[in-house]
């Protein structure tokens, strides 16, 4: 439940990030540029980039794991199932057998 909520939240603020790109990095700066705010600019639109792939790989981390917890569970219950299922055959050979023996005699 942790590795969903934690997946989904990185994917929400991961989209969060992209939308308000804008509004965070904010706008390319007028030539002619001053060094300090073509420095400034350049910091915050690294800053974004290297917070925007973190998200992402966060993300992605976490999908890779949901997927390795789901494919765990799955194998479990193929074996739980075919577990049954042979017991199951067996049950009903020991039937027909009692059946056979029953009416031979």
Do not use: C, H, W
Not at 78 to 101: P, T, V
């Amino acid at each position: 439940m942790r590795l969903k909520l934690f997946t989904s939240l990185m994917f929400g603020l991961t989209l969060a990030l992209m939308v308000g790109r804008p509004l965070i990095v904010g706008p390319k700066p007028q030539r002619p540029v001053k060094r300090l705010e073509a420095l400034a600019y350049t910091e915050r639109a690294l800053t974004f980039t290297v917070l925007l792939i973190g998200f992402i790989t966060a993300t992605g981390v976490g999908a890779i794991l949901q997927v390795r917890v789901a494919k765990e569970e799955y194998r479990k219950l193929a074996a739980q199932n075919m577990k049954a299922m042979i017991e199951g055959a067996l049950n009903d050979k020991s039937k027909r057998a009692k059946e056979q023996n029953v009416q031979s005699d």
